[in-house]
């Protein structure tokens, strides 16, 4: 009886197993590997779609001919994003501390490890902070943001518009370089997260720049979500 137990069990566990290793790691997939991956497809999805995109608006030039109509479109490509945008401006950089960092400051409590990682309210505020000055365009690493766009954290991976990515984050607008650089010395935000960088040696640069290019939007503009105001 023992021995033809045992031989149900070494056919449950093939027949469970599929005649594989139950504990082969390599059919093991980590989340970190997956959003990854995902990743990798989304940039690849999004080159697929800027070069579409490229091909439709060569085949609409063919066709239109009202010269207003054709000024309105590239107006409108323009403030959406669809568009390279070049000019003045300025390039934020925010780094997460070097490790083993410790408080630089007297007085100062020794830093936890949140204080020591740039948070998703930190890029979300170098953001806002450009818009409001008036910045006419606002790219986050390699990509452009839009109006649908959304600025979020992983914790201390940042997810922009399906690509991960890791710091430092670079930030850079087009705008008039004045009323940017003034835009971001007000920001209470801001002014939190430079006592970090003084304190604990948070990463940050603020550099103006005479001639800049952001690249047009890459990713689809259709809207998926949306709720209506009372």
Known sequence: ?????????????ARAAH??????????????DVIQQRSQENAAAENTVAGLRARIDALAAQHVQDPAGIKRLGALEQAVGLDPLSGAGVT????DAPPG???KVPGVPQ?????LVVHQQDL????????RGGATGVQVQDQRLIST??????GNQLILQGRVYSPPYVIRAVGDRAALTASIAQDTALQTYLQY??????????QQAGTMTLPAYAGTVDLQYAAARP
């Open 149 to 154: 766009s959304a600025v979020r954290c992983v």
């Open 124 to 131: 979300q505020a170098v953001v806002n902070a450009l818009w």
């Open 197 to 206: 960088v003084a304190a604990y040696g948070l990463g940050w640069k603020l």
């Open 111 to 115: 830093p936890q490890p949140d204080d």
């Open 92 to 95: 934020v950089t925010l780094n």
């Open 1 to 13: 009886m023992v021995f033809a137990l045992a031989g149900f069990l070494f056919y449950t566990s």
């Open 19 to 32: 005649g594989t290793s139950l504990r082969n790691d390599d059919t093991l997939l980590r989340l970190s």
């Open 101 to 103: 960092a410790t408080a």
